[in-house]
């Protein structure tokens, strides 16, 4: 029978708190549970996000991290898909293959335990975190700022066990959503014009994934040009700074991709969170069959806007979660393609940090930083 196990765990204790790294202890793993040795961890902006306060979901104190590289440490009674040693990429959408969602077909939005992952607590309702006799919530049913961390068996993706774990630990959020948009939800074809807005790692990995498809046209779309040469490596053929335009961003690229008496891009990417921004990815594109996909996360309570002669006059607006992409199905497809240099990953490193850094690994986000990750 497995035992409490005792490790160092970064703590958010309060909305807005800087973390603090304490002595945690995290229970065996329950039925249909895993327990896992996190090696690496990236730091995205829905920690950041969920840190500050703005979402009004959070449950402190709690342990954040979403984008993990782990080995199993134990498994709870029932699990049979993976064993003791695996390489496991942490999910913070689930694929159960037995919920409606997953039935479908349609869609990777697993919802089997939405509610208790919203709630930061694994689906039988309780934590299996403690610090100082107090417990401590999880975050997205992985919370990765941990040494080891427990999560559901749906929730575990077991990749190749030659993948760097510091590298490949970006596919649990931030590459695979801009990626996967591009190849599962908007199903790019080759000789089609693009617009990009936002060059973080999602816009440059939804740039990766227009290259890869084929994309005549990558117009890479951000307020701060020191993205441009970046996204240029990514494969974006053209970049444009609104701020050196004194008229609307989406006239601007209409302008540009004007063809035989009409301009609009046919696919655009929004992948920045304001509103502001998706209005002008609807706007700019092109009349009769343009496809705008959001992913940024909008601060709660936002909402979006346009004329609804927009989507009248044949546009059309949808999102994005995860890419559109089912982790137990598709991550390790996708870790063998990196494996065999279909695309990049080690691109999107901007530095590593340990633990007791992490705080810095957040403050370099506001730098400008792409992605940096803790190493455990
Ligand atoms: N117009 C154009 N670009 C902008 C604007 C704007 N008005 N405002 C910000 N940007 C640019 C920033 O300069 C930055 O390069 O958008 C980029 C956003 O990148 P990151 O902050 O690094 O975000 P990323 O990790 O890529 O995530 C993008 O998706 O998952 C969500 O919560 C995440 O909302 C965030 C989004
Ligand atoms: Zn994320």
Redesign the pocket.
């Known amino acids: 029978m497995a035992q409490p196990i005792n490790c160092k765990a970064a703590v958010c204790w309060e909305a807005g708190a800087d973390l603090v790294i304490e002595d945690i202890a995290v229970g065996p793993p329950k039925a249909g549970e895993v327990r896992v040795k996190v090696l690496a961890t990236g730091v995205?902006?829905?920690d950041e996000?969920t840190r500050s306060g703005m979402d009004s979901e959070g449950t402190f104190p709690c342990i954040l991290g979403h984008e993990g590289g782990c080995v199993v440490e134990s498994v709870g009674e029932g699990v049979t898909t993976v064993a003791v040693g695996d390489h496991v990429i942490p999910l913070y959408i689930p694929e159960c293959r037995e919920c409606k969602f997953c039935k479908s077909g349609k869609t990777n939005l697993c919802s089997i335990i939405r509610v208790t992952q919203g709630k930061g607590v694994m689906p039988d309702g309780t934590s299996r975190f403690t610090c100082k006799g107090q417990t401590v919530y999880h975050f997205m049913g992985t919370s990765t700022f941990s040494e080891y961390t427990v999560v559901a068996e749906i929730s575990i993706a077991k990749v190749a066990k030659e993948a760097p774990l510091e590298k490949v630990c970006l596919l649990g959020c931030?590459i695979t959503?801009g990626y996967g948009a591009v190849m599962n939800t908007m199903k790019c074809e080759a000789g089609c014009n693009a617009a990009v807005?936002?060059?973080?790692?999602?816009?440059l990995a939804s740039i990766m994934g227009l290259s890869k498809a084929g994309a005549k046209r990558i117009i890479a779309?951000?307020?701060?040009p020191k993205?441009f040469e970046l996204a240029k490596q990514f494969g974006a053929t053209e970049c444009v700074n609104?701020k050196d335009h004194d008229k609307p961003i989406q006239e601007v690229l209409i302008e540009m991709t004007f063809e035989d008496g009409a301009g609009g891009l046919d696919y655009t990417f929004e992948?920045?969170?304001?509103p502001?921004?998706m209005r002008a990815a609807l706007e700019c594109c092109h009349k009769g069959w343009g496809k705008s996909c959001i992913?940024?996360?909008a601060g709660a309570g936002v909402e979006v806007s346009t004329r609804p002669f927009q989507l009248v006059t044949g546009r059309t607006w949808t999102g994005s979660a995860f890419g559109g992409t089912r982790g137990r199905t598709q991550l390790p497809q996708m870790v063998d393609e990196y494996l065999q240099g279909q695309f990049k990953v080690d691109e999107f490193v901007t530095g590593e940090f340990p633990l007791e850094k992490i705080n810095d690994a957040f403050h370099s986000?506001h730098d400008?930083a792409?992605r940096p990750v803790v190493i455990m």
């Open positions: 995205c902006h829905t996000y931030g959503t807005f936002g060059l973080g790692a999602v816009g779309v951000d307020i701060n993205k609104p992948c920045i969170g304001r502001e921004t992913m940024g996360v986000m400008g792409i």
